[in-house]
């Protein structure tokens, strides 16, 4: 084969063999998008062979797996990893049972910040210095984002400078890069045209080479061609081997093995309408805060619905949809292809998205919430027995100019009915979800206050926004008794001030 490529070619279970034993590996993509499965399945393969490589460092931003076997779950082998820093940990339970058990050091940080940090270790520069996670777990006052008793404190730190206080995230050298790229040319040059994010292979490739590492890289196929040098996204002299992945290890997400919308433009599908339920009335409720302008960032779960309910509005030619991942515009895909957007109008890579949230650029965000306490902060991240982690939490709801956080008022068994414009509980959920105080902090309610931010949490039967002294009960759903069904089933008393009743409109059909 002609060019550079031919020497970079060679089989998975061959470039997996080059990871030394007890060195620190960088992992790209979000879920399943731009995730090098052939790669971490060779890993895998190598490791429950041989026993090695053993005691490994993984570092990743975006969460990746199905929440089965797929993704980072392949790596999740006691002995095959000694310490894990990673921005979301839900989808890969293998990783989080490793951490729950104590059989390796555990850090969760914020998606944005490992991403970022990923540029700053490139540049040699001695780690990432921001604002993001401060009055969180991952501040080193309330912890320093370690998950388990084993996991030594120190890898982030507060600083002071120009008479603010900072996160000081640390750097620390990256002896392999494994990433995905859509097709190499000649030269080894990556191209990734078909991928449905960009994710952040550039800093991870550079950051493996700066620190005197390698860069394996995944493809799908092979250009006879030189690529368009614009179209490049990892230029071929950072790349060490190239790998030509094997059907069904390159999907272009872990839920869609292809779909062409997500990298093209084009006009938006009728999207599918929402039942008469709890998640409408939610999304509908927190729908009625956007406004014309608006760009926008949707969590994963409850939020998605508010992309259909501003469709039956006529409102998504009014507002910019984005995904942290780096799509701009479109509607973001939801479940395991959440990360990819339907017919975007950009993409942009994943390390730049956040820039421009960390800066203030999102005018609105919607985000779940499992846990609200009488403060205002919210708990997304642990659970009793699961380790879900922040992922891109973190950065969104600490820097979005107006936030709304979505969730039902119980969890576990809850059964609403919705008619006539009110709302019934047929059964309470068993697990409340307004405690006294959060299980992990994940969103500081005390730093939002301080900067002014506008903060609603809705649910189905009641609205609260964040006041001065907590949370302050402003609406109640028709059909709801305030004190029988709202307040006695919280573990604090919110303030009650000039309660109004949800709009009747949210509890009936469109039309």
Not at 373 to 400: K, L, P, T, Y
Not at 412 to 430: C, D, F, I, N
């Amino acid at each position: 084969m002609r060019g550079r490529i031919g020497s970079l070619l060679g089989s998975a279970a061959d470039a997996v063999a080059l990871i030394a034993p007890g060195s620190t590996v960088a992992c790209g993509g979000f879920i399943g998008a731009a995730h090098p499965e052939a790669l971490t399945a060779a890993l895998e393969r190598r490791f429950m062979a041989t026993g090695a490589p053993r005691d490994l460092t993984l570092v990743y931003a975006a969460g990746q797996g199905d929440g089965k076997s797929r993704g980072l779950n392949h790596l999740g082998h006691k002995g095959l990893l000694r310490r894990v820093i990673g921005g979301h940990w839900g989808l890969a339970p293998r990783l989080g049972a490793l951490a729950l058990s104590g059989d390796i050091e555990a850090y969760n940080f914020p998606q944005g910040v490992i991403c970022q940090l990923f540029r700053d270790i490139a540049a040699g520069r001695p780690g990432c210095v921001t604002h993001v996670g401060l009055d969180t777990f991952i501040d080193p006052e309330h912890g320093g984002g370690r998950l388990n008793a084993v996991t030594p404190a120190g890898l982030v730190e507060r600083v002071e400078l120009g008479g603010s206080t900072w996160l000081w995230y640390k750097s620390f050298p990256i002896h392999t890069g494994l990433i995905r790229a859509t097709a190499a040319d000649p030269h080894g040059n990556l191209v990734m045209d078909d991928e449905a994010i960009i994710g952040e292979v550039l800093p991870i490739a550079q950051a493996a080479r700066n620190s005197g590492g390698i860069v394996i890289a995944q493809v799908a196929r092979l250009l006879d061609r030189p690529a368009d040098p614009k179209a490049v996204r990892v230029p071929g002299i950072l790349v060490d081997r190239v790998v030509l992945a094997a059907p069904g290890e390159h999907e272009q997400t872990f839920g869609n093995s292809h779909n062409p919308g997500f990298v093209t433009p084009g006009a938006i599908p009728a999207l599918a309408p929402l039942p008469m339920d709890e998640r409408r009335v939610i999304a509908a409720r927190a729908a009625d805060e956007l406004r014309p302008g608006d760009v926008v960032n949707l969590g994963i779960g409850m939020p998605e619905g508010i992309a259909v309910i501003a469709a039956e509005r006529g409102m998504l030619d009014l507002v910019t949809l984005t995904v942290e991942s780096g799509p701009i515009g479109g509607v973001p895909a939801g479940g395991l292809s959440f990360g990819a957007s339907l017919h975007p109008q950009a993409i942009v890579d994943q390390p730049a998205q956040f820039d421009f949230y960390d800066g203030k650029g999102l005018h609105f965000a919607a985000l779940g919430a499992a846990q609200v306490d009488r403060h205002g902060h919210v708990n997304v991240s642990s659970f009793a027995g699961r380790i879900a982690g922040v992922g891109g939490f973190v950065n969104i709801s600490q820097n979005a100019r107006s936030l709304v956080f979505c969730g039902t008022f119980t969890t576990g068994g809850l059964e609403v009915a919705v008619q006539g414009g009110r709302l019934r509980v047929v059964r309470e959920g068993r697990v409340p979800k307004f405690v006294a105080e959060v299980h992990q902090r994940g969103f500081s309610a005390a730093r939002a206050r301080a900067r002014g931010q506008k903060v609603i949490y809705v649910t189905e039967r009641a609205v609260f926004r964040l006041g001065d002294d907590g949370l302050e009960l402003v609406e109640v759903a028709p059909g709801i008794d305030i004190k029988s069904q709202v307040i006695d089933l919280m573990g604090f008393t919110p303030r009650v001030g000039a309660v109004t009743p949800m709009d009747s409109a949210l509890f009936n059909p469109p039309g």
